[in-house]
Structure formats: structure tokens, C-alpha cells
């Protein structure tokens, strides 16, 4: 025992750790111990550290992954005169000059969702022929209920035998969040990384699911359980497809749009508060706020989505009305829409940020207000205490020792908490139900 403790202290003393840029020359990488020039050749952002010892030598591979990828609003999507559909994904002009004169025919493969298919299907098919597109169109069924792997699957051997060129022909989704989501995962596992292209047609997807990196389906009863960050080569996002959406899926979207108004925004919050109403009758069709709101909620969305693409950092605002929500919308399945669940999750949680004195009960009720004016469930009987201990428990088990829980700490403004007690939970359970539960949803 004492040999090998003695041992292992040699080894430490001993070892020696070098760090190594790589340079490229004449098409070969090397290594270079010693700080580079330039001109002899192409130098990468990697690094390898090789560290020896007694024992052996470890190398340390340090190689820093860049993300590019577009969002990009626009209006007449499906005119075929709108080039955005085919090259918006292209920033680079070089790189598009050379894209659109090549003389090869481009090929776009397009999963779209059955209902988005039947209203916008034509449109979409007129497009590509108009454009002399060689194209295949995959109308899928992609509800909550079938987002799983089956549907990657299909998705997978629909892609293989259609062909598409890794680099060049990104794989088109239209449709809600579950589509973006389920294509999004299918495009990262084909050939190990595919380009695609998200085209939201919900609300929700529009404001929120198309924005960032994740890509996922739901797995062994979890929600989104399986998944990767694999961010779209761009989002076109056209605010006319929701002019078909149903009152209710309007509404779903109105509370991610809350989320980032209670947490980052007051002008938005105070917007949805007037506004609200207006923008649900209109189907965010008319006027000035439906362009303003959801301008705000994207531009909020990507300063706190950009910096943690893949979500190292476990101090997320974004997960404000996240954290009882994935096991409430799965439990009850198909009651309440994504959207809805996380609202109800939100609604508790304001009452236990008054609870840990962070929110007035004027602030309180003003918020409750704006979600009942915006046709959303403040409560529901299945969120039981045992449901909310459960899910936060649940929650621990992935936080690196402590729960993290965004908190709005004023309309507008939130920061995340390390120290709600059980007792805090519990008392605002009870205040929560017993003032909201003659709320409940249908
Ligand atoms: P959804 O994809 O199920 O679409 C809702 C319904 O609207 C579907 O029945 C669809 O057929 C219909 N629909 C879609 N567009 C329509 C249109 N223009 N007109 C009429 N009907 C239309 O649901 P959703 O709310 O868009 O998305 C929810 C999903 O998004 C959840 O699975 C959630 O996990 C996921 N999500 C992902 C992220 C992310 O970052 N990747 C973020 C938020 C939510």
C-alpha cells in the first residue's frame, strides 16, 4: 500500500506536460511545440497536450467547434420568386454564386408535417417544380404521441433512398416543433452530420424551437429523452403559415413568448398584457405587435441560446416553466400541449417566487392575469406536490449537486435560485391551489 502511494507521487513529480499547435503544411498537419509563423502554413484553433509520465502518456485533445447557422424572417416563403427557400441558408456570397450557377440540378428532400401538408402541400410541391427542383416531398404524421426513434427511422431510409448530397442539399422540415425536432435528430445522424433546414409553422416552433440547437424524440416514456445539439444550417421563419393554426395552438405559443417576456422583458410582458388578446383573434396576422413580439422573443431567445448552445452551463432563464412541465405534458398526454404544460409550470412557480418574497402579490396576480388573457391554464389537477417533488427531484439528479431554479424577481427580470426549501415549495403548492385550482383545464 505504501509502495504504491509512494509510487504514484514519482510519477506526478516526474511527469511533464507540453502543449502542441497544429500547423498545415503542404496538405499535412503537424505538430508544432513552439509558437508558429503564419506564413508557413494554416494554423488550427486545436491543440493537443501531451502529457508523460511513469505511467504512460496521456494526449489531451483540445479542438474548438464553430457553429454557424442563419435565422432568417422573410414574407412569401412559397413564392417561387423567393429565392430564401433554396439559398437563404448561404451567407457567404462566394459561396453562393457558386451554389446557384452550378450546372448540376439541385435536389431538395422536404419532410413536412400530414396537416401543414394538406393546407400548404400544393404551394410547397409548386415551388420546387417551378424552380425545377428535383425534390421528394415526405408527408409524416409528426404528433406528440409518435415522436420517437420509428419515426427517425423512416425518415432515415426515406433520405437514403432519395440521396442527398452531404454538403450541398440540406434536408428541408416544415412544420410544428415535433417535425423540426424529429427531422432535426434524423439530419444529424445521417452520415454523421447533415445540413437542414427548419421551417416552423406553429407558433411555438416559430418563436422557439426553431431558434436554437436541440434536436430530440421521446424515449422510454421521457420526453425529448433522446436527442442532440445540432443546430439548422438556418430557419426561414414566414409568420403567414399561421394563419391556418387553431385558436388553442395559438395560444400553446403565447406562453414560450411569455416565458422570455417574464423573464428578460418587460416592454414584451406589458405588450402581451395589451396586446394579448389581439394578437390571439388576429393569429398573429395583423398589425404592428404580432411583428414586434415576435421579434423580441427571438432576439431574447438567441442572446441566452447562443452562448450555451449545448447547455454546459446548467444557470438557464430559458428553463423558466421547464422543470415540472416535461413530466406533467408526458403524464398526461395528450391533454395539454407543450406550451400549455409550460405554463402551468410557470404559473406555480410565480407563486413560489412570491412565496421566497421575490415577486409582490400585485406583480403575482398581474402575471396570472396576462396568462388567463392569453386562453392559457394557470393550473391542473394532475400537478400534484407529489408530481412537482418528483420532477425537481428528478431535475437534482442532472444539476451538479444543486437545483437551479430561474425565478422572475420583478416583471422583467429573473435570476436563478440555489435555495428553495421544501417548506417554501410546499406552502406555495398550497396557496397555489387553493387560489387557482376553480381555473382548472378542461
Ligand atoms: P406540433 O409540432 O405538435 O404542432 C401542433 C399541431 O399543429 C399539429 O397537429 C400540427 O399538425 C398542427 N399544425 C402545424 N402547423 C400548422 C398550421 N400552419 N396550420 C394548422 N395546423 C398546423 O407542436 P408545437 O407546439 O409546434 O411543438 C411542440 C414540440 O416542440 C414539443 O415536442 C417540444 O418538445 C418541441 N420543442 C422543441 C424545442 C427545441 O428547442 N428543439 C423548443 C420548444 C419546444
Not at 440540378?105 to 402541400?121: C, H, S, W
Request: glycine share 6%; net charge negative; charged share 25%.
Amino acid at each position: 500500500m505504501e509502495d504504491q502511494h509512494s509510487r504514484s507521487l514519482i510519477s506526478v513529480n516526474t511527469s511533464s506536460n507540453t502543449e502542441f499547435n497544429l500547423l498545415q503544411v503542404n496538405g499535412t498537419w503537424v505538430r508544432r511545440s513552439q509558437p508558429c509563423q503564419l506564413a508557413e502554413g494554416k494554423l488550427s484553433a486545436a491543440k493537443i497536450y501531451e502529457n508523460k509520465s511513469g505511467q504512460g502518456i496521456c494526449w489531451t485533445v483540445v479542438s474548438p467547434i464553430t457553429f454557424t447557422y442563419r435565422v432568417v424572417q422573410c414574407k412569401d416563403l412559397l413564392d417561387a420568386r423567393n429565392d430564401t427557400m433554396l439559398w437563404g441558408h448561404i451567407g457567404d456570397r462566394d459561396e453562393l454564386e457558386a451554389a446557384m450557377w452550378n450546372p448540376r440540378p439541385a435536389k431538395r428532400f422536404v419532410v413536412i408535417d400530414e396537416t401543414v401538408n394538406q393546407l400548404y402541400g400544393s404551394q410547397v410541391a409548386q415551388y420546387f417544380e417551378a424552380r425545377e427542383i428535383v425534390h421528394k416531398i415526405l408527408p409524416l404524421p409528426t404528433t406528440e404521441e409518435n415522436k420517437s426513434m420509428e419515426l427517425v427511422t423512416k425518415i432515415l431510409g426515406e433520405i437514403h433512398g432519395f440521396g442527398v448530397d452531404r454538403r450541398a442539399e440540406p434536408i428541408i422540415a416544415i412544420g410544428g416543433g415535433v417535425c423540426l425536432d424529429v427531422v432535426g435528430l434524423a439530419a444529424s445522424l445521417y452520415r454523421r452530420r447533415t445540413p437542414y433546414i427548419r421551417v416552423p409553422t406553429t407558433l411555438l416552433s416559430y418563436i422557439d424551437a426553431s431558434v436554437g440547437a436541440k434536436t430530440g424524440v421521446n424515449f422510454a416514456g421521457g420526453k425529448n429523452k433522446v436527442g442532440s445539439y445540432v443546430p439548422p444550417a438556418a430557419t426561414f421563419l414566414d409568420r403567414s403559415f399561421l394563419q391556418t393554426l387553431p385558436r388553442r395552438q395559438i395560444s400553446n405559443g403565447m406562453a414560450e413568448m411569455l416565458k422570455m417576456a417574464l423573464m428578460k422583458h418587460k416592454c414584451l410582458f406589458e405588450l402581451l398584457e395589451a396586446e394579448g388578446r389581439n394578437l390571439l383573434d388576429s393569429n398573429f396576422q395583423s398589425s404592428d405587435s404580432a411583428a414586434e413580439s415576435t421579434c423580441i422573443a427571438i432576439q431574447t431567445m438567441l442572446e441566452e441560446l447562443a452562448p450555451n448552445l449545448w447547455e454546459d452551463d446548467l444557470d438557464r432563464l430559458v428553463d423558466f416553466g421547464h422543470l415540472i412541465s416535461p413530466e406533467l405534458e408526458m403524464r398526461v398526454l395528450p391533454a395539454l400541449l407543450h406550451g400549455e404544460a409550460v405554463n402551468i409550470d410557470m404559473s406555480f412557480m410565480v407563486y413560489v417566487a412570491q412565496q421566497r418574497g421575490l415577486l409582490t402579490a400585485r406583480e403575482r396576480s398581474r402575471i396570472i392575469q396576462c396568462m388567463s388573457g392569453l386562453e392559457l391554464p394557470v393550473w391542473h389537477q394532475e400537478c400534484t406536490l407529489a408530481l412537482v417533488k418528483k420532477s425537481l427531484d428528478e431535475r437534482l439528479k442532472h444539476s451538479a449537486g444543486s437545483l437551479r431554479m430561474p425565478l422572475p424577481t420583478g416583471l422583467g427580470r429573473a435570476e436563478i435560485f440555489h435555495d428553495v426549501t421544501d417548506d417554501i415549495l410546499c406552502q406555495a403548492y398550497q396557496r397555489w391551489t387553493d387560489e387557482l385550482s376553480s381555473f382548472s383545464h378542461k
